[in-house]
Nanobody
């Protein structure tokens, strides 16, 4: 069954912005840590950003730091990824994920640390 649903992907020119959002259709994830990953054709799924369940801490891949911002809604059951200054190398399918990481900061970038996933939304950045 559907666990998480991403939205907001699309086609944008380099230097532009997009805002992705993620929400669970049938359950509450307000007590879960949340993350964003992306996967380009022929490559492994890679970490983009993560946020604690309470929004107290955030983590970013070096490739997106200072350009992307992860945040949670007031109800803590949604998560967004604001992407600014987009580059062609940001082109990928972006996935939302949820997990209980128990404050282990070293696990936030690992795909295996997350238990629930969305189906992905395509982001394409043209030059």
């Amino acid at each position: 069954q559907v666990q998480l649903v991403e939205s907001g992907g699309g086609l944008v020119q380099a230097g532009g912005s997009l805002r992705l959002s993620c929400a669970p259709p049938g359950r509450t994830f307000s007590s879960y840590d949340m993350g964003w990953f992306r996967q380009a054709p022929g490559k492994e799924r890679e970490f983009v950003a993560a946020i604690w369940w309470n929004g107290a801490s955030t983590y970013y891949a070096d490739s997106v730091k200072d350009r992307f911002t992860i945040s949670r809604g007031n109800a803590k059951n949604t998560v967004s990824l604001q992407m600014n200054s987009l580059k062609p190398e940001d082109t990928a399918v972006y996935y939302c994920a949820a997990g209980r990481l128990f404050g282990n900061s070293g696990s936030y970038s690992h795909v295996s640390s997350y238990s629930y996933w969305g189906q992905g939304t395509q982001v394409t950045v043209s030059s």
